[in-house]
């Protein structure tokens, strides 16, 4: 299509034969996603169909509303599938151009029936991948050298040793030894933990432009099996796509929670009775634990998008070690001390006992989903749009709609069940792999 009344120059045979057949291949990729989902008629909008109900009654309002939980679920795994293709596309060709991209959004956008907001994320994405990656590749091209390059990313100014540098769609892949990895650390962490991750971890440039990079310890993969590289590459660059994505869905919580936070503080310290402050400090603590809960979504899908296991296991979560995962750590060090006493039992019970029980349930829900077929690259992607909070009722909902009919309540009840108690036994093995 000629934009701006610009012809684009003609294509040469060899030229011409290759754009068809990547269109060719990325055409099969798309078809066979889609004979996974029956498609939808028209937009399908949840909301408005479910205000729809009002008019009807008895029998006709349950098979509607049955009619609207199946096809809100395909149209999320649809969702989803679009995202993995889309994803899927970036990694076979990380110069794909961004209307490529667009196209193949859109491909599913119709069939589908997409609302209006769905398409508008889906393009943020690919806007916000696009840019960091211009970025990535316009850096690259300025800095040829790796270690000026590592430099000038990580703000390092010591001698360092860089083994090697990879320019990937989403980050600068950067290998070092063990003295430069842990110089880097420092440079780029705000609180020195005691004990700090040893073998990667995901940072990004002090300026305005955030330029994102990987840092592996190659010294530290000696101890694993070869393919541990690859599997800490991967979990640092599900971070990276974790961080586009929280922008763009999560942005005003985010944009909101330091200004939100203060403002409880303030109420809760000059509340006038006991049940005001009560009532603050609850509000002021689980706004804490709603932006921790961020941290636990990014890094529980990086875990889950290991392409080889590195060791990382959910009981990271609940170690209380005051490492780099015990993110209400501060809190709960607030909270003890002797002066804030009568509030400790509060303090516990929401940073603790709360907190634990939302992951919990959060990793139960995820594992739900992969026992009734979901790759858990497909559960990730199904569950993106949702807090870690709602989790387990969206994993429901979606179970409840793709195995079962409408109406038979008790059974489909007792078999939803079924499918969420084994899963603390799943939990288990899976928090204990490799500790
Ligand atoms: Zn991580």
Same mark, same amino acid.
């Given at each position: 299509?000629?934009?701006?009344g610009?012809?684009?120059?003609?294509?040469?045979?060899?030229?011409?034969?290759?754009?068809?057949?990547?269109?060719?291949?990325?055409?099969?990729?798309?078809?066979?996603?889609?004979?996974?989902?029956?498609?939808?008629?028209?937009?399908?909008?949840?909301?408005?169909?479910?205000?729809?109900?009002?008019?009807?009654?008895?029998?006709e309002?349950?098979?509607?509303?049955?009619?609207?939980?199946?096809?809100?679920?395909?149209?999320? $795994?649809?969702?989803?599938?679009?995202?993995?293709?889309?994803?899927?596309?970036?990694?076979?060709?990380?110069?794909?151009?961004?209307?490529?991209l667009?196209?193949?959004?859109h491909?599913?956008?119709?069939?589908?029936?997409?609302?209006?907001?769905?398409i508008?994320?889906?393009?943020?994405?690919?806007?916000?991948?696009?840019?960091?990656?211009?970025?990535?590749? %316009?850096?690259?091209?300025?800095?040829?050298n790796?270690?000026?390059?590592?430099?000038?990313?990580?703000?390092?100014?010591?001698p360092?040793?860089?083994?090697?540098v990879?320019?990937?769609?989403?980050?600068?892949?950067?290998?070092?030894?063990?003295?430069t990895?842990?110089?880097?650390?420092?440079?780029?962490?705000?609180?020195?933990?005691?004990?700090?991750?040893?073998?990667?971890?995901?940072g990004e440039t002090?300026?305005?432009?955030?330029?994102p990079?990987?840092v592996?310890?190659?010294?530290?993969?000696?101890?694993?099996?070869?393919?541990?590289? &690859?599997?800490?590459?991967?979990? &640092?660059l599900?971070?990276?796509? $974790?961080?586009?994505?929280?922008?763009? /869905?999560?942005?005003?919580d985010?944009?909101?929670?330091a200004?939100?936070?203060?403002? /409880?503080?303030?109420?809760?310290?000059?509340?006038e009775?006991?049940?005001?402050?009560?009532?603050?400090?609850?509000?002021?603590?689980?706004?804490h634990?709603?932006?921790?809960?961020?941290?636990?979504r990014?890094?529980?899908?990086?875990?889950?998008? &290991?392409?080889?296991?590195t060791?990382?296991?959910?009981?990271?979560?609940?170690?209380?070690?005051?490492?780099?995962?015990?993110?209400?750590?501060?809190?709960? &060090?607030?909270?003890?001390?002797?002066?804030?006493?009568?509030?400790?039992?509060?303090?516990?019970?929401?940073?603790?006992?709360?907190?634990?029980?939302?992951?919990k349930?959060?990793?139960?829900?995820?594992?739900?989903?992969?026992?009734?077929g979901y790759?858990?690259?497909?559960?990730?992607?199904?569950?993106?749009d949702a807090?870690?909070r709602?989790?387990?009722?969206?994993?429901?909902?979606?179970?409840?709609?793709?195995?079962? %009919?409408?109406?038979?309540?008790?059974?489909?009840?007792a078999?939803?069940?079924?499918?969420?108690e084994?899963?603390r036994?799943?939990?288990?093995r $899976?928090?204990?792999?490799?500790?």
């Amino acid at each position: 299509m000629p934009t701006n009344g610009v012809e684009p120059p003609a294509l040469s045979v060899n030229e011409q034969s290759e754009v068809l057949q990547t269109e060719s291949t990325q055409a099969t990729r798309i078809k066979k996603a889609f004979e996974k989902f029956p498609f939808i008629e028209g937009t399908f909008d949840a909301s408005e169909e479910i205000g729809s109900l009002k008019k009807l009654s008895g029998t006709e309002r349950k098979q509607k509303l049955w009619q609207i939980k199946t096809k809100l679920a395909r149209q999320r $795994e649809a969702w989803a599938q679009c995202r993995i293709t889309i994803e899927q596309e970036i990694e076979i060709d990380p110069q794909i151009r961004k209307d490529d991209l667009y196209s193949v959004l859109h491909t599913f956008a119709i069939p589908y029936g997409f609302t209006e907001p769905q398409i508008r994320i889906g393009e943020a994405f690919i806007d916000a991948f696009d840019a960091k990656r211009n970025q990535i590749n %316009d850096l690259r091209d300025q800095v040829p050298n790796d270690t000026e390059l590592v430099k000038r990313l990580t703000g390092v100014t010591d001698p360092i040793q860089i083994v090697s540098v990879a320019v990937s769609p989403y980050a600068f892949v950067i290998r070092t030894d063990d003295a430069t990895y842990g110089k880097i650390w420092e440079q780029q962490s705000t609180i020195i933990y005691p004990n700090y991750p040893r073998f990667a971890f995901a940072g990004e440039t002090r300026d305005s432009e955030s330029t994102p990079f990987v840092v592996i310890n190659q010294d530290s993969m000696n101890t694993y099996q070869d393919d541990a590289f &690859e599997g800490f590459v991967s979990h &640092e660059l599900e971070h990276e796509k $974790e961080k586009i994505v929280q922008r763009i /869905l999560f942005k005003s919580d985010m944009d909101d929670y330091a200004r939100i936070s203060t403002e /409880l503080f303030y109420l809760f310290t000059n509340a006038e009775d006991r049940l005001e402050q009560e009532r603050y400090l609850r509000e002021y603590l689980r706004c804490h634990m709603d932006h921790a809960l961020l941290a636990v979504r990014s890094e529980f899908f990086a875990i889950k998008s &290991e392409k080889s296991l590195t060791g990382s296991s959910f009981n990271v979560f609940f170690l209380q070690d005051g490492g780099p995962y015990d993110y209400l750590f501060f809190l709960r &060090e607030w909270a003890d001390k002797p002066e804030n006493h009568q509030w400790q039992a509060i303090c516990k019970k929401i940073l603790v006992d709360e907190y634990t029980t939302i992951i919990k349930k959060a990793i139960d829900a995820f594992w739900s989903l992969q026992k009734v077929g979901y790759s858990a690259q497909e559960v990730i992607r199904v569950l993106v749009d949702a807090p870690v909070r709602r989790w387990p009722a969206d994993a429901r909902r979606i179970i409840e709609a793709k195995l079962y %009919d409408y109406d038979d309540d008790a059974f489909l009840k007792a078999e939803v069940a079924r499918f969420f108690e084994p899963t603390r036994q799943a939990f288990c093995r $899976e928090s204990s792999y490799l500790q």
